[in-house]
């Protein structure tokens, strides 16, 4: 569904991701978990629109997207949440799920329904104000709002970011659920060990550069990513 292939991008001088190349395929759960600043949210970006690569190619779909803007995207069934869920804080609940349907139009009762089937804590809060939502709610509303626009491939950085234990174990919950509906998601992540818990493959990022792969199973029983990742 996603080929990325020898991908490298720059801030000014720094070389941020040197050369990466991985793929998703339909109705995977991929993660890249790595370090702070390993590159994760750079690779994200990349895929989305938001920053370009000097070289190698990104496919979606067999479509080339390479540095193709991000508004471009949605449309063509790719979503992202971003870390640190910016959601709009001043609108509803209901108003913040609106803004994600990309056709403001006929289909928008229906798409609500379906994400406050997935997000029932959604629903009993429709009317409240995004900004008074906990952590763990406004982590899901970023993600209802991403499913308004039905994506094919659903890109999520960071999801458990300052979330405590118990609501971290609920959102890893409904990401295992959206992939049983079908969602495909390529999931970037710090905790590793609910990642790879969740992941059928992963990818294991350092300092730009990807330096291990395998499936979720192979990687936590991995000694070096138990030592680097897990905490031994
Ligand atoms: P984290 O888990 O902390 O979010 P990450 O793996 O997502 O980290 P990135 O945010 O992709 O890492 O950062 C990769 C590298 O690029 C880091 O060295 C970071 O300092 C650098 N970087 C990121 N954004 C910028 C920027 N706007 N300008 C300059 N350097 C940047």
Do not use: C, W
């Amino acid at each position: 569904m996603l080929k990325v292939e020898g991908i490298n991008v720059y801030y000014g001088a720094i070389h941020a991701i040197k050369d990466i190349s991985f793929e998703v395929n339909q109705g995977e759960i991929v993660t890249l978990i790595g370090a702070n600043g390993a590159g994760k949210t750079t690779t994200l970006q990349t895929i989305s629109g938001l920053l370009h690569t000097r070289t190698g190619s990104i496919t979606f779909q067999g479509q080339n997207i390479t540095n193709i803007r991000a508004d471009k995207l949605v449309s063509r069934g790719l979503a992202q949440v971003p870390e640190g869920r910016r959601v709009f804080l001043q609108m509803s609940v209901q108003e913040n799920l609106e803004m994600g349907a990309y056709q403001p139009q006929a289909g928008v009762p229906k798409d609500l329904e379906m994400v406050f089937e997935l997000f029932p804590r959604l629903k009993e809060r429709r009317n409240q104000v995004a900004g008074t939502l906990s952590g763990g709610e406004q982590q899901m509303l970023a993600m209802g709002r991403a499913m308004m626009s039905h994506p094919k491939l659903l890109m999520l950085d960071e999801p458990s970011m300052g979330l405590a234990p118990l609501l971290v174990e609920q959102i890893f919950e409904i990401i295992k659920n959206l992939n049983k509906q079908g969602s495909t998601i390529l999931l970037v992540e710090q905790n590793a060990q609910m990642a790879l818990s969740v992941a059928h493959r992963g990818y294991v990022l350092e300092t730009g550069k990807i330096v291990t792969t395998g499936t979720g199973e192979e990687l936590i029983r991995s000694p070096e990513i138990k030592k680097a990742y897990l905490g031994g």
